[in-house]
């Protein structure tokens, strides 16, 4: 009986590993797909001036990826946790990997993993927004309900990248505060 759940357990560590290592991949192809999506947008609104409002797509299509990539980061958390608090106590000697990983962890990625993110995801939105901005608050050519729905979209979009930044900030926190996966 004791070998079958160590057997058991040994398969769900294998799925979980394979499941966290594919969630790592879905984030490299999110920060992938930002990178080059934002790009794209920022050369077709900058190739005409008569163009620079589809600038504030960017803010939402930004918040939108970073939304994904944060989920993709808490589920490998849950994953791990599950491995190191479930699975590990079934299995003889435990799953020392975690373990050793939360005490020997590399330092608060400040430079490396966060401010990337942050200029990645909330500074590209902030930097559409502010390119747009003139376009936005000074509508010489725009009729009143036009102006109302471009003020719109833009603040919906700064709220994108406010609740982007938090996000990115509060899974920063949590990882220097509480150790990560």
């Known amino acids: 009986m004791a070998e079958r759940e160590y057997e058991g357990a040994l398969a769900e560590y294998t799925t979980l590993r394979a499941e966290i290592d594919s969630r790592y991949k879905y984030q490299q192809q999110i920060l992938a797909l930002q990178l080059t999506l934002s ?9 005409r001036p008569s163009l620079v409002g589809i600038l504030m797509i960017v803010p939402l299509s930004s918040y939108l990826l970073c939304g994904r990539y944060v989920g993709q980061r808490t589920a490998i ?19 020392r990997w975690s373990v050793w990983a939360a005490e020997n962890r590399r330092p608060g990625r400040l430079l490396d993993w966060y401010l990337p993110l942050i200029i990645c ?20 050519h ?12 833009w603040i919906t979009g700064l709220m994108a990248v406010g609740t982007s930044s938090y996000l990115l900030s509060r899974v920063f926190a949590d990882r220097t505060d509480r150790g990560a996966a």
């Open 77 to 95: 958390r849950w994953a791990s946790r599950y491995i190191t608090k479930e699975l590990s106590e079934r299995v003889p000697g435990g799953f």
């Open 121 to 140: 995801f909330p500074g590209a939105s902030l930097l559409a927004l502010g390119w747009t901005a003139r376009f936005v608050f000074h509508p010489d």
């Open 142 to 153: 725009h009729s009143g309900w036009a102006t109302a729905g471009v003020v719109s979209v």
């Open 39 to 47: 790009s794209a947008i920022f050369a077709f609104g900058l190739s």
